[in-house]
Nanobody, 121 residues
Framework: VQLQESGGGLVQAGESLRLSCTAT?????MGWFRQAPGKEREWVSC??????????TDSVKGRFSISKDNAKNMHMVHLQMNSLKPEDTAMYFC????????????????WGQGTQVTVSS
């Protein structure tokens, strides 16, 4: 399984970014995690394989939205990030997980290499 993120960048507070992650293989549950300098990696959002079940960490609820596009041998997971804040600055990683509960516990099967999101004030 290969995971490839895209869509990171530098934006000002209040602006939006859309992250995407392309994954090979059969569609599975996926998650987005982030790690800011000097901090532990934390889960941001998780979605079931079909995209019908989603979870968000409290700090991003109402601002971020996760979605999935599934095909036979590949799938994509997106993270629409609105009303970005400087505290959202981090390296963002997509991850393949077994289910959303394991995702929320940080139990990841595969990691992507990450994409940097920087939000200036």
């Amino acid at each position: 399984v290969q995971l490839q993120e895209s869509g990171g960048g530098l934006v000002q507070a209040g602006e939006s970014l859309r992250l995407s992650c392309t994954a090979t293989g059969f569609p599975s549950a996926m998650g987005w995690f982030r790690q800011a300098p000097g901090k532990e990696r934390e889960w941001v959002s998780c979605t079931s394989a079909g995209g019908s079940v989603t979870y968000y960490t409290d700090s991003v609820k109402g601002r971020f939205s996760i979605s999935k596009d599934n095909a036979k041998n590949m799938h994509m997971v997106h993270l629409q990030m609105n009303s970005l804040k400087p505290e959202d600055t981090a390296m963002y990683f997509c991850a393949e997980v077994r289910d959303t509960q394991q995702c929320r516990r940080g139990e990841v099967i595969y990691w992507g290499q990450g994409t940097q999101v920087t939000v200036s004030s």
